[in-house]
Structure formats: C-alpha cells, structure tokens
C-alpha cells in the first residue's frame, strides 16, 4: 500500500492551496485517511480525518473553518482544501491511512505518504 501526497508549495498569507493524496485501490477503499503536519522543530500533530465513507469529518481546532478533507473513492485521492492560510500552517504535510475509524492520534496509523511541503509567508 502506497500513497502519494502532492500539492504543496509558497503562498503568502491568506491564500489557498490544495493538497491531494493518491493511493491504490486497495489502500482507500477499507481505511480511513488523515493529514497531519510536521513544522520544523515541533512534533507531528493531527489536522484533519475522514471515515471511509466520507460521511464524517473532524478537523484540528487550529484549521477548523479554513481547511476541508475530502475523499473521492473511485479515483483513490483524498484532498485537503487549505483557505486562508498562515504563517503558522507551514509544515510538512502528510497523508496517512488506517483500517477502521478515522482517529486523530497519528501512533494508530501504519501507512504513510512521503510528505509535502507548505510554506506560507507573511
């Protein structure tokens, strides 16, 4: 199982960018998916989570309002729609996956993708 983040790049503060994450077949249809960010120095934390179905979100408090996951199972992506963006939102950008629910403790996901940086400027 394989995925692959991509999107990322400098944007200055209060724009958009969209981060999608590709993977098989195999790897989206039986787990949940998440993005989590790495900034330098700092610890990876949680930013974003959605269920198999799609039916259920849940977001980081940080980007709550300005970013939006979304998953389209039949073609294998899973996107993160990042608005108004900050200073604060640069980090390493990782998709990952995982068999059941969608939690927010990174240590419960086993597949990662190779990550994708973001860099907004103010």
């Known amino acids: 199982v394989q995925l692959q983040a991509s999107g990322g790049g400098l944007v200055q503060a209060g724009g958009s960018l969209r981060l999608s994450c590709a993977g098989s077949?195999?790897?989206?249809?039986?787990?949940?998916m998440a993005w989590f960010r790495q900034a330098p120095g700092k610890e990876r934390e949680f930013v974003a989570a959605?269920?198999?179905?799609?039916?259920?979100?849940s977001y980081a408090d940080s980007v709550k309002g300005r970013f939006t996951i979304s998953r389209d199972i039949a073609k294998g992506t899973v996107d993160l729609q990042m608005n108004s963006l900050k200073p604060e939102d640069t980090a390493v950008y990782y998709c990952?996956?995982?068999?059941?629910?969608?939690?927010?403790?990174?240590?419960?996901?086993?597949?990662w993708g190779q990550g994708t940086l973001v860099t907004v400027s103010s």
């Open positions: 990952a996956a995982r068999p059941g629910s969608p939690y927010r403790d990174s240590k419960l996901y086993g597949t």
């Open positions: 077949e195999r790897a989206f249809s039986n787990n949940a």
């Open positions: 959605i269920s198999r179905s799609g039916a259920t979100e």
